[in-house]
């Protein structure tokens, strides 16, 4: 799909087309239109070696609106930090928590100059709530917690839900991971939650996994896969919502029919402060 209509912020020298934006690819593999030849011939290539690449995404995004139903519609939560917050599509995290109550706050996250160029564009939250951006990464979650932008939306005295939706997974090192969502769990009052997903190879054939690994080597693939023990430690001495740590589609899916593990190998989990 040609990308020749995509804005493009103004003055920002982080743009780059030359090189892969992973909400780029996402927005590609979702069958958006944001993305350049860049992101299209990494997506493409990372679809070659594994096909259900694209089935990953939609379920990813199903996961996100249907934790968000839950967290809204049923814990009682009215306000979300979405952190790694991507190009909009449909079923934004305001859209979905503000559906159910108007009055729901949100806070996106993001370090890519399209998302937030787009999301400022697009993203415009109801009347009752609130809506704002930070410009800042995963990485730093110190960050992220002093932006002013937070604390004129968000009060950390009271609930929080912390989306880290497809994102955990570009922060290699398991320690560091781990160190960072510490660092924003302390932040949050008791009944807050954690929503998190990452890529995992359980559910791949050996031929499959080896391939996966080749091309992680070779930085064609970018995403640090973890398998269930490994990914539930994110959760340690929270409680977990049922059905606890599970693949992404098996997350209190909508209907009896649904893709199986292998065809979306991501873990997913909602846990309660």
Same mark, same amino acid.
């Given at each position: ?60 995004? %199903? ?25 909009? #599509? ?26 937030? #160029?787009? #999301? ?14 930070? !410009? ?15 604390? %004129? ?29 510490? !660092? ?37 693939? !970018?995403?640090?896969?973890? !398998? ?46």
């Amino acid at each position: 799909m040609p990308a020749s209509d995509i804005s493009q912020p103004p003055g920002d020298p982080r743009l780059d087309t030359t090189t892969v934006s992973v909400a780029r690819r996402w927005n590609y593999w979702l069958g958006g239109k944001d993305h350049f030849p860049v992101d299209r011939e990494s997506g493409d290539r990372i679809a070659q070696a594994y096909p259900a690449i694209r089935s990953t995404a939609r379920e990813g995004r %199903a996961f996100h609106s249907r934790a968000i139903r839950h967290l809204v519609g049923e814990a009682g939560i009215r306000q979300v930090l979405d952190i790694g917050t991507g190009l909009p #599509a449909p079923d934004n995290t305001h859209e979905v928590a503000q559906a159910i109550a108007p009055e729901s706050r949100v806070v996106y996250v993001d370090n890519d100059p399209m998302v937030l #160029a787009h #999301a400022r564009a697009l993203m415009v939250g109801s009347a009752e709530g609130a809506t704002s951006y930070i !410009d800042a990464d995963l990485r730093t979650p110190a960050a992220i917690l002093a932006a002013p932008e937070l604390a %004129a939306t968000l009060d950390l005295r009271k609930p929080v839900a912390i989306l880290l939706v497809a994102v955990l997974h570009f922060i290699h090192d398991d320690d560091q991971a781990r160190h960072v969502v510490a !660092d924003l769990l302390d932040a949050v009052a008791p009944g807050s939650y954690l929503v998190a997903t990452n890529v995992t190879k359980d559910f791949l054939e050996p031929q499959a996994a080896a391939v996966f690994d080749a091309m992680l080597a070779a930085g064609h693939v !970018d995403t640090r896969p973890r !398998d269930r023990d490994t990914f539930a430690r994110f959760f340690s001495g929270l409680d977990l919502v049922e059905p606890g740590v599970v693949p992404i589609s098996e997350w209190r899916p909508d209907h009896d029919q649904h893709p199986l593990p292998a065809e979306v190998s991501m873990y997913g989990a909602v846990a309660r402060v």
